[in-house]
C-alpha cells in the first residue's frame, strides 16, 4: 500500500476512535477560562488541553514519525506533517457559538494534498472525507465569512447579487461544511496560519474545489498564507478574484 495513504488512514483511524475522548474533554471545560498570548490573541485551557491530547495520542500510537505543528506547540514545518488547530473558533468557543472545531490536516510532503479530519464536538459533526462534486452552474452562488470579518465591515461594499454571503463561526467549519455541500464557496480578507485551514483545505480538494491565495492557486504547505483567500469551483475562481482583489 502507499506509503502516504497508509499515514493519513492510521491517523484519521486513531481520531476517529479517539471522538468520546475528545467530547470528555470538552464536557469538562462548560465555561471558558481564557489567557491571553503575546500577540493579544485569546487562548483557553480547552485550546491546550486538546492539543496535548492529540499530540500524545500521536507519539503513543502513530507507528509513522509525524512533525507535530499545532497553534499551541509549534516549532519548524518538516515532513510528514501534522497542522493541528485544537479549537478553530476560539473566539466562537468564548462566545457560547458552538461553531468551531478542531482541525488536523495531515501531509506527506510540501505538496499542499493530505488527508483531513475535522470534529465538532458541540454538534458531533464529523467530516474525514469528502466525495467529489462537480461543478453546477447556478444563477446565484452562496459563500461563508468570519463573523469577525463580517462585524468589521470588510464586506460591506462587495457585490452580493450573484454571490451571496453568509458569517458562518471558525474557517476550518466553514471549510468543512463546503466540502460536504452546504455552501457553494468560503472567503476570507484576513491572513490564515497552516493549522487554521489544512484539514478543510485537503477536505475541499477531495471535493473538487480548489484553494486560492492573492489571487493564485496554492501549491504548496507553508506557515502563512495571504488574503484574499478563496475556497471553490475553478470555474467560478475568475468572477470571485475580480469581486475579492
Request: glycine share 6%.
Amino acid at each position: 500500500m502507499d506509503k502516504k495513504l497508509l499515514l493519513g488512514q492510521e491517523i484519521i483511524r486513531l481520531l476517529n476512535q479517539a471522538k468520546d475522548r475528545i467530547n470528555e474533554i470538552v464536557s469538562h471545560h462548560p465555561t471558558p477560562k481564557i489567557q491571553i498570548k503575546d500577540d493579544g490573541s485569546p487562548v483557553t485551557t480547552l485550546d491546550i488541553e486538546l492539543s496535548a491530547f492529540v499530540e500524545n495520542l500521536l507519539q503513543s500510537h502513530s507507528s509513522n514519525e509525524v512533525t507535530f505543528y499545532s497553534e499551541e506547540n509549534y516549532s519548524t514545518i518538516s515532513f510528514p506533517l501534522l497542522a493541528l488547530d485544537p479549537l478553530d473558533g476560539t473566539r466562537e468557543y468564548i462566545n457560547g457559538n458552538d461553531e468551531w472545531a478542531l482541525s488536523v490536516g495531515i501531509f506527506e510532503d510540501k505538496n499542499f494534498q493530505g488527508e483531513g479530519w475535522i470534529y465538532n464536538p458541540k454538534t458531533e459533526e464529523l467530516f474525514n472525507h469528502a466525495e467529489e462534486r462537480k461543478h453546477k452552474i447556478k444563477e446565484i452562488y452562496c459563500g461563508e465569512v468570519s463573523h469577525s470579518e463580517w462585524e468589521k465591515g470588510l464586506f460591506t461594499n462587495k457585490d452580493q447579487t450573484r454571490f451571496k454571503l453568509k458569517p458562518i463561526g471558525s474557517i476550518a467549519y466553514k471549510l468543512a461544511r463546503l466540502s460536504g455541500g452546504e455552501c457553494d464557496f468560503v472567503v476570507s480578507l484576513r491572513p490564515k496560519s497552516i493549522w487554521d485551514i489544512a484539514g478543510g483545505t485537503n477536505l475541499i480538494q477531495q471535493a473538487g474545489m480548489h484553494f486560492y491565495s492573492e489571487g493564485k492557486k496554492v501549491t504548496e504547505v507553508k506557515e502563512l498564507y495571504l488574503p484574499p483567500l478563496i475556497w471553490c469551483h475553478e470555474e467560478i475562481f475568475s468572477e470571485l478574484s475580480k469581486i475579492y482583489s
